[in-house]
């Protein structure tokens, strides 16, 4: 029998899916939830081994579980809300939780409270990286946790999703890393567009920018890897939401709030993507925002 503990993963969207088959790859026993039931059975029928769960009280059965869900809210409802508590009042003691979703910081530190009371150990790891490295297994993953030992026994199971594993202190600090690295990300790529949309007026070749620009000081991962592609060729399938960026963004500002710092630059770009949010709306690509910031004066 293998030594390696049962994995519950729940939440198989875009970044769960390929996440929770590496897992599986690797050999470790895996059970997978989702809210849409289809998806479960899609998932099932094309990953041999992996096992169907029905509610969250199944996962409650497993030793690690890990959660990529599209907000810390919704994670908490499934840990501690939905059918009745079933997951917490079902779980035994000494499970961890591994939350890789991008979730809010102080929410992640109240959770962790919460669960420890039952014994049960939550540590953050969310994920850079985007589609693409979930699929090689190669994402870049935030650590953050209270209780070491928990963290040891998580590393296992990251290492089949991620090439870089960084610990990054307390409880929360993974996720507050993770919504400052998307807000400068999510900064460069307004700035990105505003650029290429001021250059289009000028009568500029969008094309001739980003060539110039991905060898001058503009370089940026917008630059190299998404611009062509997703914005001036309209692609716009990066496979991350803009309403899961404008949710990282808004965290990052929020944060710089909460611990009392004067920051402008992240209040107007959480309100830039507040703003295309509205009018482009959750489900469109990321790339799209640009739709809705191209106004004239
Ligand atoms: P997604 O919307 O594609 O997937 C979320 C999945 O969770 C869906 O399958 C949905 O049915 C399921 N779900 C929702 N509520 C649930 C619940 N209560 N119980 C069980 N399942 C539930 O989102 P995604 O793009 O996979 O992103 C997941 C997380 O990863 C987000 O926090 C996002 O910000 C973060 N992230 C995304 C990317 C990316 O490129 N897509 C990159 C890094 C981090």
């Known amino acids: 029998m293998s030594d390696k503990p049962v994995v519950g993963f729940v939440g198989i969207g875009n970044m769960g899916w390929p996440m929770a088959a590496n897992v599986l790859k690797a050999g470790f026993a895996l059970k997978v939830f989702d809210t849409s039931p289809e998806q479960v059975g899609k998932f099932v029928a094309e990953h041999e081994g992996a096992v169907g769960a029905k509610s969250m009280s199944d996962i409650a059965a497993c030793e690690l579980v890990v959660t990529m869900l599209p907000t810390g809210q919704i994670v908490r ?9 079933a997951f917490i009042s079902h779980a035994k003691s000494g499970t961890v939780v591994i939350d890789m979703s991008s979730s809010e910081p102080t929410g ?9 009371k039952k014994g049960v150990t939550l540590i953050d790891a969310p994920v850079s990286g985007g589609v693409a490295k979930a699929i090689s297994g190669a994402l870049t993953i935030m650590i953050g946790g209270d209780d070491a030992a928990a963290i040891e026994k998580s590393k296992a199971v990251l290492a089949t999703m991620g090439e870089r594993l960084f610990e990054t202190g307390a409880l929360g600090n993974g996720h507050a890393v993770k919504a400052l690295n998307n807000y400068v990300a999510a900064t460069a790529f307004a700035a990105s567009s505003e650029a290429i949309l001021i250059a289009k007026r000028f009568g500029l070749d969008p094309h001739t920018l980003v060539d110039i620009m991905n060898v001058s000081t503009g370089k940026s991962f917008h630059t190299e890897v998404v611009l062509k592609d997703h914005v001036i060729d309209e692609k716009y399938a990066t496979g991350f ?10 965290i990052a500002a929020d944060l710089g709030k909460a611990v009392g710092l004067d920051a402008p630059v992240s209040r107007l770009i959480s309100q830039r993507w507040a703003d295309a949010l509205e009018t482009v709306g959750f489900t469109a690509d990321n790339t799209e925002a640009i739709k809705g910031w191209d106004k004239s004066l």
């Open 108 to 116: 992640t530190q109240e959770l962790g409270a919460e669960l420890v």
């Open 241 to 250: 939401q803009l309403g899961l960026l404008a949710k990282d963004v808004k």
């Open 77 to 85: 409802e499934a840990l501690l809300e939905v059918e009745s508590s």
